[in-house]
């Protein structure tokens, strides 16, 4: 837990961090790619390091804590909950294979998902109509 959370924190600072100080979309799109990249490198060894703590099988353990991950930061970020939930529920399926299936879809789906600027604007709680500003 303690990791994962970690590594979402560093991501989404560093992530805002270069929001706003990027001069156009594709200039955060180009910079938030390797961040990802070097965000979830940084949470597969620490998952690996705790699989192999505990004696968990790591061709299960890794791939489900990386897919565990990537729903946090997508959820997270505004992100679709269909392919989160899809992937979700590859990965209850008995065999081996579907959680790593499931981990590399969404991960698929992580990069440009998370690469949107739109993921990491900070965004005002919404107002109802009568409540004081």
Do not use: K
Not at 9 to 29: C, E, I, K, P
Request: no cysteine; hydrophobic share 60%.
């Amino acid at each position: 837990m303690a990791p994962g959370h970690l590594a979402a924190v560093l991501y989404a600072a560093r992530a805002r961090r270069r929001h706003a100080g990027s001069r156009a979309l594709d200039d955060f799109a180009a910079g938030a790619r390797p961040l990802l990249a070097g965000i979830l490198l940084l949470f597969t060894a620490a998952a690996t390091g705790a699989a192999a703590v505990t004696a968990a099988a790591p061709g299960t353990a890794v791939p489900l804590a990386v897919l565990l991950f990537l729903a946090r930061l997508l959820l997270r970020h505004g992100a679709h909950r269909t392919p989160v939930a899809a992937a979700l529920a590859l990965a209850l399926v008995p065999d081996p294979a579907a959680v790593l299936a499931a981990a590399a879809g969404l991960l698929v789906h992580a990069f440009p998902a998370l690469s949107r600027a739109s993921a990491h604007a900070r965004h005002r709680p919404h107002r109802h109509q009568g409540e004081p500003a």
